[in-house]
């Protein structure tokens, strides 16, 4: 077998890092939705990422749906998700503390493990990737199809929020209840119903996530706590509140982990990425990207 050359290696790596990174950048985005409009950190973001997997598989190796139908059935299942738990959770304690309806976000964490573990079992599951198992070869490294499937998924993702708050009425909306949900009350703005789409739309992200990975990462039903708290990493690193913060901050986290897992070991991969957050919060507390001091966004990006 032909040996791969050293800066096929550093190919592959990179490309491992920003795939793996692009997934932390759309779970820190899901995060950022949330907190620009309530505040509120959402622990359970990562059970949305293993839904979408989950659901993903259930939808093409159980009902064997088309994978275009499957992929549009499961962003609308996990979405409702999102959606039922803002109103059987949040919203019913919507005058509480923020760290209240934190905490109630980590317990709704452990319900939907504990659905998942009970519905899929402890196994891991996979299925193909969607356009095929065979890998392109660039400068010798071997990068598979899937790998592209999920930075365009990231692509779309972004552009896609970029064009709804910029030029949409419940984008706008949205973003004005981020910079001061009493005076939008005033306004007319139903502050209640933007959290609840702030909801969904995190938990679609997650969902898309979720079922863009799969194929190339095993998906069980405890993988969302460790992508939250990286998905959450990339999130203050960017800086809390920008959305082009936390896709650079994900990709740089993916990147500086797998060239450690590469070139170091694959032990030291998550020590690295959370020393990296560490010194960049001790420089800047705000993040890379967010406002020197640390409050809601005020624009998006």
Do not use: H
């Not at 620009?36 to 359970?44: L, Q």
């Not at 064997?64 to 549009?72: D, G, K, M, R, S």
Request: with cysteine.
């Amino acid at each position: 077998m032909e040996k791969i050359s050293l800066a096929g290696q550093l190919i592959q790596y990179i490309f491992t890092g920003i795939t793996v990174g692009s997934i932390y950048a759309m779970v820190g985005l899901g995060f950022n939705i949330i907190y620009n409009v309530t505040e509120i950190i959402n622990f359970a973001q990562g059970e949305f990422v293993m839904l979408g997997g989950l659901f993903m598989v259930f939808c093409t190796a159980t009902l064997n749906l088309p994978l275009p139908v499957a992929f549009i059935l499961t962003i609308a299942l996990v979405t409702g998700v999102g959606a039922m738990m803002e109103r059987s959770t949040i919203n019913p304690v919507k005058n509480a503390t923020v760290l209240t309806m934190i905490i109630v976000t980590i317990a709704v964490s452990i319900v939907l493990k504990g659905m998942a573990m009970f519905a899929w079992g402890k196994d891991p599951y996979i299925y193909p990737p969607f356009s095929g198992s065979e890998p392109v070869f660039i400068f010798g490294a071997a990068v598979q199809t899937q790998t592209f499937w999920v930075l365009l998924m990231t692509a779309v993702v972004v552009v896609l929020l970029t064009l709804f708050f910029k030029r949409t009425r419940y984008g706008k909306a949205m973003l004005a209840c981020s910079d001061n949900p009493e005076a939008a009350r005033l306004m007319g703005i139903n502050v209640n119903l933007m959290v609840l789409i702030s909801f969904a739309l995190s938990a679609a992200i997650g969902a898309v996530a979720g079922a863009v990975i799969t194929p190339i990462s095993l998906m069980e039903y405890d993988r969302g706590a460790l992508l939250a708290l990286k998905g959450f990493g990339a999130a203050v690193l960017g800086g809390l509140g920008s959305f082009y913060g936390s896709v650079v901050a994900g990709i740089l986290m993916g990147i500086i982990e797998s060239l450690c897992a590469g070139l170091l070991s694959s032990g030291y991969k998550d020590a690295v990425a959370l020393i990296l957050l560490l010194l960049v919060l001790f420089i800047r507390p705000s993040g890379l990207f967010g406002s020197v001091e640390v409050s809601k966004i005020k624009k998006f990006g």
